[in-house]
């Protein structure tokens, strides 16, 4: 098995992001083709961010850029779920659907909060 080479990518909240990613995407798979350009593409989007910024946030030495950069993904996990709930009353997709992927959603929240709290732990005093 290869090393990772990108110290997040032994994060699990990162491994988690981008498993969640997957399913979202197959989620939105099923929204009509009117909603390709629209509600779809912006669920898209939110999703992809989660890792990313956990991905870019990692790139920085700064444990204050790192913290902004988790809250970013935070703020994109939250849009993201936000769109699904939306999905769910245009049935989109079913309240059972939405329903099983809300612990996904609701466990990855912790794990990005724990993340934060981490490095806020890191900061100088006052800071």
Do not use: W
Request: aromatic share 10%; net charge positive.
């Amino acid at each position: 098995m290869e090393e990772n080479c990108f110290s997040f990518e032994n994060l699990r909240v990162y491994q988690d992001a981008r498993q969640l990613v997957v399913v979202v995407y197959r989620l939105s798979s099923k929204f009509p083709r009117t909603e390709a350009f629209a509600l779809c593409q912006q669920l898209q989007r939110s999703i992809v961010s989660v890792p990313s910024n956990i991905a870019e946030g990692s790139g920085h030495r700064s444990v204050k850029k790192k913290i902004h950069f988790i809250e970013i993904a935070y703020g994109s996990l939250m849009e993201a779920y936000c769109q699904l709930e939306i999905a769910s009353d245009l049935s989109y997709i079913t309240a059972a659907e939405l329903h099983d992927i809300k612990p996904r959603f609701h466990a990855l929240s912790r794990q990005l909060s724990a993340l934060a709290k981490s490095f806020t732990e890191k900061l100088p005093p006052n800071y």
